[in-house]
């Protein structure tokens, strides 16, 4: 996919104390911000481009990388990670995809297995 794959452990995770895109897009979400809320903010998203790109990319990484889970909350931190776009583009996306998709394979396969024989 040419995601960056390269390790993270020099990645600093915390949400920054303002972060402007949860103030300035979801008020009234108390820190809970599920996929169909990102994909609603895009859509509705009208006072800059730049803030409706940020908002595509959040709508791709939620739908396309993390795309097996429905129901659960969005991390608040890549919404403060979009806010700059070159931190952004240089995460290592790969890894992170790569991680997730061998965790939900041993999920699936975990509780197949325990239903058979073998």
């Known amino acids: 996919m040419g995601l960056n794959a390269r390790d993270d452990n020099d990645v600093v995770k915390t949400l920054g104390k303002e972060?402007?895109?949860v103030k300035e897009y979801f008020k009234r979400s108390g820190g809970k911000i599920m996929k169909g809320g990102a994909y609603n903010?895009?859509?509705?998203?009208?006072?800059?481009?730049?803030?409706?790109?940020?908002?595509g990319l959040i709508v791709i990484l939620v739908y396309?990388?993390?795309?097996?889970?429905?129901?659960?909350?969005?991390?608040l931190w890549w919404l403060d990670l979009v806010d700059d776009l070159d931190r952004f583009e240089t995460y290592p996306w790969g890894k992170f995809s790569f991680e997730y998709t061998i965790s939900i394979f041993k999920r699936e396969m975990g509780d197949k297995l325990k239903s058979s024989n073998v």
């Open 64 to 75: 396309v990388l993390w795309a097996t889970e429905e129901n659960t909350f969005i991390d």
């Open 19 to 21: 972060c402007r895109i």
């Open 41 to 55: 903010a895009f859509v509705n998203c009208k006072k800059r481009k730049s803030d409706k790109y940020k908002l």
